[in-house]
Antibody
Framework: EGQLVESGGGVVQAGGSLRLSCAAY????????MTWVRQAPGKGLEWVAN????????NYVDSVKGRFTISRDNAKNSVFLQMNRLRGDDTAVYYC?????????WGQGTLVTVSS | QSALTQPPSASGSPGQSVTISCTGG?????????VSWYQQYPGKAPKLMIF???LRPSGVPSRFSGSKSGNTASLTVSGLQADDEADYYC??????????FGGGTKLTVL
C-alpha cells in the first residue's frame, strides 16, 4: 500500500531556513514523481513543487521560486524540500505526496510556522 | 497560477445527490483530462477520490463520480452519507509539469 512520513517542520524566524524530509516505504519510490503540497491554517491546498523520478525535472509554484529547492535521494527513498528566506505566508502544514497529477499517497504532514 | 474556482460550500440531505463544480480555463481543466478530486477531513491528510476526470481508485465507493465539460469539472456524490461530510478539493494538470488546486468546498450533510 505504501507510506510517506514527513519530518523537519518547526518554528523558524522570518528570513530563516528549514529542510523538510519525506521518507517513503512500501512502493517503488524510484519510479514515482514526488510532490510537495502545503495548506495554510484554515485555508485550502496549494501545490508547491514536484520532482521527476530521476530528479532531472523540478517544478515550483511562482511564490516559492528562487527560495525553495526540491530534491530526492532514490537510494534512501526520500524526497526533500529546502526552504530558504522563509516568510510569514509560508506558514502551513506541508505534505509530501506520490506521483505528479494523481496524488494517490500522502504523508501525515509536518507543520512549519514562520514567526516574525 | 490562480486557483481553480470551487463553491465554498455545498450541502444535501442523507440519500440525496450533490454536485460540486471546479472551473478553470483552457490551460488547465479545459486542456487536459488530468483532473483529480480529494476528500479531506479536519486535521487529516487529503485522500484521492477521483483521477483522470472520472476514474476511481480502488476502495472508493461508486457513489463518487466525476465528469468534465469544457473548462468545468464536477464531482457528484450520490446517496449522501453522514461520513461524506468533509472538504473536497479539485486539482488539474496545468502544463509544464505543474498542478493547480481548487479553493475547496465544504460539504455538509444536513
Amino acid at each position: 500500500e505504501g507510506q510517506l512520513v514527513e519530518s523537519g517542520g518547526g518554528v523558524v524566524q522570518a528570513g530563516g531556513s528549514l529542510r523538510l524530509s519525506c521518507a517513503a516505504y512500501g512502493f517503488m519510490f524510484r519510479n514515482s514523481w514526488m510532490t510537495w503540497v502545503r495548506q495554510a491554517p484554515g485555508k485550502g491546498l496549494e501545490w508547491v513543487a514536484n520532482i521527476k523520478e530521476d530528479g532531472s525535472d523540478k517544478n515550483y509554484v511562482d511564490s516559492v521560486k528562487g527560495r525553495f529547492t526540491i530534491s530526492r535521494d532514490n537510494a534512501k527513498n526520500s524526497v526533500f524540500l529546502q526552504m530558504n528566506r522563509l516568510r510569514g505566508d509560508d506558514t502551513a502544514v506541508y505534505y509530501c505526496a506520490s506521483e505528479q497529477v494523481r496524488l494517490g499517497l500522502w504523508g501525515q504532514g509536518t507543520l512549519v510556522t514562520v514567526s516574525s | 497560477q490562480s486557483a481553480l474556482t470551487q463553491p465554498p460550500s455545498a450541502s444535501g440531505s442523507p440519500g440525496q445527490s450533490v454536485t460540486i463544480s471546479c472551473t478553470g480555463g483552457s490551460g488547465d481543466v479545459g486542456g487536459y483530462n488530468h483532473v483529480s478530486w480529494y476528500q479531506q477531513y479536519p486535521g487529516k491528510a487529503p485522500k484521492l477520490m477521483i483521477f483522470e476526470v472520472n476514474l476511481r481508485p480502488s476502495g472508493v465507493p461508486s457513489r463518487f463520480s466525476g465528469s468534465k465539460s469544457g473548462n468545468t469539472a464536477s464531482l457528484t456524490v450520490s446517496g449522501l452519507q453522514a461520513d461524506d461530510e468533509a472538504d473536497y478539493y479539485c486539482s488539474s494538470y496545468a502544463g509544464s509539469n505543474t498542478v493547480i488546486f481548487g479553493g475547496g468546498t465544504k460539504l455538509t450533510v444536513l
